[in-house]
């Protein structure tokens, strides 16, 4: 059974991932509209909901960045439908201005945000707590400790919103995002797709006048919203004792599991918070009531204990609260990391056992994470290294152009051989540090390499700060056709929305003249030695008329193409190495660092090439200096490659 006859099923236990569980407690709770933009952690969410967004009438889109999708979802609650829009952590600053004035207008059906932090940073550049933003912006946070309450919490946010017509931040984290479970479904609430917009300046139009009158309204809200907190179910006081433990979220999972081991489940008091921001005054109080001391254990920023201490100061409850001078603050929270802080607090005697992970062989051979064979990227930075490392031979290496990075997979180009990514701090950064960089360090290029799909999310802005204030750089723009790292997500220059309908291309190659840039060339980078010839020709006209310049670099995402080849039903194509030609130079496996290809042995410096992993495109073929790689067998290389077109 497909996920989309999964979530179509109107009862029964699944197993579903921890985002597809808060999709089905969406199309549960009625949601009519979703919205985002693809974010590890936080992708699934959407993906399933486009799954069976006809079937159950929800509208669902991929929006060009985190601030559209905010503003989309957000306005169709104000018009009375039910709404949700989903992001990773650091999506959320981007989507920071229209948060901040949510809060002022409220809405009148229920508005839920979800935000799936990721502590530890699997696969960001940051671990921030957006738990925080409810404290800022006076939004409520409603986080679940397990994917299997996800689902109901979600209920619960929507319910919640929609009576207090004010936003909910649902906060996920990827271990929540990221774990599969069994999951009850329970009934589909039929969406109100058709919105009512009541016309209503006074509460809409954020001049001053109104947005003062409306910051006394949102505080009466909050105060409100601090009051019916502690009347949402999830929330709860377990067991008895003279010494109780605070746990939101996932934390409280790990803390049972470290009572369990420590012996102590019948003789802590434990206080779980599904909201974490307002703590829920009344439960807290009840829940303090004849305590000695208490520990908050949570992930990341102490978010519920500074609040917990400014309310038992207000109350005048005079009792020890301990938290993260014991827990401490980086990193996810672990098992290991409770048992620690809990038998710390307590003045208990434990030996922690070695982490299994500690006893592996310190031998073992480190797999960093690498371009995939094929991908479009690998022969554009050997090119571009190449390129560089010419420029540098004549000019010195202190001239060597500055790479500035950017989110994508082509971030992945920080490694050897390539050393193409000197910054890499957010999306569109890469353009907006070389426009930077051009104003300061005078004798070197910089060089802004952005993928396709960021350059939609936020590569515009900073192209025509460039072109206005006519910044020397050269911006390499990856067009693999596809949102590749969070898994092949469609965006404006695709023509595909997320429910799978045709819709209008953005030439991108139109889009960026339109902008003003003068020199524009599209390459393939398949065909090195035109792409070389292209980059040399960019650099020597960035050094001689001081103005930016843009390279298309045009190649489909190899493992969509090889989808896509296998679905018309080629067989795949691989290439060979003729070991009576091949020199053992190494070009193959050392410069261009094909994953497919490697030394043949110790002994033996020859090239060899793995047919399971090699995907045909033949860029090695083309950059052998001994023409000894060549076709497993006889076709026509172009009829194959149009599948990477």
């Given at each position: 059974?497909?996920?989309?006859?999964?979530?179509?099923m109107?009862s029964g236990?699944?197993?579903l991932?921890?985002?597809?569980?808060?999709?089905?407690?969406?199309?549960?709770?009625?949601?009519?509209l979703?919205?985002?933009?693809?974010g590890?952690?936080?992708?699934?969410i959407v993906?399933?909901?486009?799954?069976?967004?006809r079937d159950?009438g929800?509208?669902?889109?991929?929006?060009?960045?985190?601030k559209?999708?905010?503003?989309?979802?957000?306005?169709?609650a104000?018009a009375?439908?039910?709404?949700?829009?989903?992001?990773?952590?650091?999506?959320?600053?981007?989507?920071?201005?229209p948060?901040?004035?949510?809060?002022?207008t409220?809405?009148?059906?229920?508005f839920?945000?979800?935000s799936?932090d990721d502590?530890?940073?699997?696969?960001?550049?940051?671990e921030?707590?957006n738990?925080?933003y409810?404290?800022?912006?006076?939004i409520?946070?409603?986080?679940?400790?397990?994917?299997k309450?996800?689902?109901?919490?979600?209920?619960e946010a929507?319910?919640f919103?929609?009576?207090m017509?004010?936003?909910?931040?649902?906060?996920?984290?990827?271990?929540?995002?990221?774990?599969r479970?069994?999951v009850?479904?329970?009934?589909i609430?039929?969406?109100?797709r058709?919105?009512?917009y009541?016309?209503?300046p006074?509460?809409y139009?954020l001049v001053p006048a109104?947005?003062?009158?409306?910051?006394v309204?949102m505080?009466?809200?909050?105060?409100?919203?601090?009051?019916?907190?502690?009347k949402?179910?999830?929330?709860?006081?377990?067991?008895?004792?003279?010494?109780?433990?605070?746990?939101p979220?996932?934390?409280?999972?790990?803390?049972?599991?470290?009572?369990?081991i420590?012996r102590?489940?019948?003789?802590?008091?434990?206080?779980?918070?599904?909201?974490?921001?307002?703590i829920?005054?009344?439960?807290?109080?009840?829940?303090?009531?004849d305590?000695?001391?208490?520990l908050?254990?949570e992930?990341l920023?102490?978010?519920v204990?500074?609040q917990?201490?400014?309310?038992?100061?207000?109350e005048?409850?005079?009792?020890?609260?301990?938290?993260?001078?014991?827990?401490?603050?980086?990193?996810?929270m672990?098992?290991?990391?409770a048992?620690?802080?809990?038998a710390?607090?307590l003045?208990?005697?434990?030996s922690?056992p070695?982490p299994?992970?500690?006893?592996?062989?310190?031998?073992?051979?480190?797999?960093?994470?690498q371009?995939?064979?094929?991908?479009?990227?690998?022969p554009?930075?050997?090119?571009?290294?190449?390129q560089v490392?010419?420029?540098?031979?004549?000019?010195g290496?202190?001239?060597?152009?500055?790479?500035?990075?950017d989110?994508?997979?082509y971030?992945l180009?920080i490694?050897?051989?390539?050393?193409?990514?000197?910054t890499?701090?957010c999306?569109?950064?890469?353009?907006?540090f070389?426009n930077?960089?051009?104003?300061?360090?005078h004798?070197?290029?910089p060089i802004a390499?952005?993928g396709?799909s960021?350059?939609y999310?936020?590569g515009?802005?900073?192209l025509?700060n460039?072109?206005?204030?006519?910044?020397?750089?050269?911006?390499?723009?990856?067009d693999?056709?596809?949102t590749?790292m969070?898994?092949?997500?469609?965006?404006?220059?695709?023509g595909?929305?997320?429910?799978g309908e045709?819709?209008?291309a953005i030439?991108?190659?139109?889009?960026v003249?339109?902008?003003?840039i003068?020199w524009?060339?599209?390459i393939?980078?398949?065909?090195?030695?035109?792409?070389?010839?292209?980059?040399?020709e960019a650099?020597e006209?960035?050094?001689?008329?001081?103005?930016?310049?843009?390279?298309?670099?045009?190649?489909?995402c190899?493992?969509?193409?090889?989808?896509?080849?296998?679905?018309a039903g080629?067989?795949?194509?691989t290439?060979?190495?003729?070991e009576?030609k091949c020199?053992g130079?190494s070009?193959?496996?050392?410069?261009?660092?094909?994953?497919?290809?490697?030394?043949?042995?110790?002994?033996?410096?020859?090239a060899?090439?793995d047919?399971?992993l090699?995907t045909?495109?033949g860029?090695?073929?083309d950059?052998?200096?001994?023409?000894?790689?060549v076709?497993?067998k006889q076709?026509?290389?172009?009829e194959?490659?149009?599948?990477?077109?």
């Amino acid at each position: 059974m497909g996920l989309r006859d999964t979530l179509n099923m109107s009862s029964g236990k699944v197993v579903l991932l921890g985002n597809e569980a808060i999709a089905r407690g969406a199309i549960e709770a009625g949601v009519a509209l979703a919205t985002a933009y693809p974010g590890t952690p936080s992708t699934e969410i959407v993906e399933a909901l486009a799954e069976v967004a006809r079937d159950v009438g929800i509208y669902v889109e991929w929006s060009v960045n985190e601030k559209v999708a905010f503003e989309i979802a957000y306005s169709a609650a104000t018009a009375g439908t039910r709404s949700l829009v989903a992001m990773k952590h650091v999506g959320l600053n981007v989507a920071a201005d229209p948060l901040m004035s949510s809060a002022y207008t409220g809405v009148e059906e229920g508005f839920v945000i979800v935000s799936a932090d990721d502590p530890s940073m699997w696969s960001s550049q940051n671990e921030q707590d957006n738990r925080i933003y409810g404290l800022h912006a006076y939004i409520p946070v409603f986080e679940p400790n397990h994917p299997k309450e996800a689902k109901s919490l979600v209920k619960e946010a929507f319910e919640f919103s929609a009576r207090m017509k004010h936003p909910v931040i649902f906060r996920s984290t990827t271990r929540i995002s990221h774990t599969r479970v069994v999951v009850e479904l329970e009934s589909i609430r039929s969406p109100i797709r058709r919105g009512t917009y009541v016309k209503n300046p006074k509460r809409y139009v954020l001049v001053p006048a109104h947005a003062r009158e409306l910051r006394v309204e949102m505080l009466k809200r909050w105060e409100m919203i601090s009051r019916e907190i502690s009347k949402v179910p999830l929330n709860r006081i377990e067991g008895e004792g003279r010494v109780l433990i605070v746990a939101p979220g996932i934390s409280y999972a790990y803390v049972k599991e470290a009572l369990r081991i420590l012996r102590l489940e019948d003789k802590i008091k434990l206080l779980k918070l599904a909201t974490p921001v307002p703590i829920p005054r009344d439960m807290v109080l009840k829940a303090v009531e004849d305590v000695e001391k208490i520990l908050v254990v949570e992930e990341l920023e102490p978010v519920v204990e500074q609040q917990l201490k400014n309310l038992l100061f207000d109350e005048g409850i005079r009792v020890v609260v301990r938290g993260k001078d014991l827990v401490g603050y980086p990193y996810e929270m672990t098992v290991d990391r409770a048992l620690k802080a809990i038998a710390k607090f307590l003045n208990m005697s434990f030996s922690m056992p070695e982490p299994a992970a500690t006893q592996l062989p310190k031998y073992v051979f480190p797999r960093p994470p690498q371009l995939c064979p094929g991908c479009p990227y690998r022969p554009l930075f050997y090119v571009l290294r190449k390129q560089v490392d010419i420029l540098t031979s004549k000019k010195g290496r202190e001239r060597e152009p500055i790479f500035c990075g950017d989110i994508g997979c082509y971030t992945l180009g920080i490694n050897p051989p390539f050393r193409v990514q000197d910054t890499c701090i957010c999306m569109g950064a890469s353009i907006g540090f070389a426009n930077g960089f051009a104003r300061v360090v005078h004798d070197r290029i910089p060089i802004a390499i952005i993928g396709d799909s960021t350059f939609y999310h936020a590569g515009i802005p900073p192209l025509i700060n460039a072109v206005y204030n006519n910044n020397p750089l050269l911006v390499i723009i990856l067009d693999n056709k596809t949102t590749a790292m969070t898994g092949h997500q469609p965006h404006p220059g695709v023509g595909i929305t997320a429910m799978g309908e045709q819709t209008k291309a953005i030439d991108l190659e139109a889009l960026v003249k339109a902008l003003g840039i003068e020199w524009v060339k599209v390459i393939d980078p398949f065909r090195v030695k035109e792409a070389e010839k292209t980059i040399a020709e960019a650099l020597e006209y960035v050094e001689r008329e001081r103005k930016p310049a843009v390279i298309i670099s045009r190649r489909l995402c190899a493992l969509v193409a090889l989808r896509r080849a296998l679905k018309a039903g080629y067989e795949r194509v691989t290439y060979r190495v003729s070991e009576d030609k091949c020199r053992g130079c190494s070009v193959c496996y050392s410069l261009f660092a094909c994953p497919a290809i490697r030394q043949k042995s110790l002994e033996d410096r020859r090239a060899y090439i793995d047919p399971e992993l090699c995907t045909g495109c033949g860029v090695c073929a083309d950059i052998c200096p001994f023409n000894a790689i060549v076709l497993s067998k006889q076709i026509d290389r172009d009829e194959w490659l149009k599948f990477w077109s």
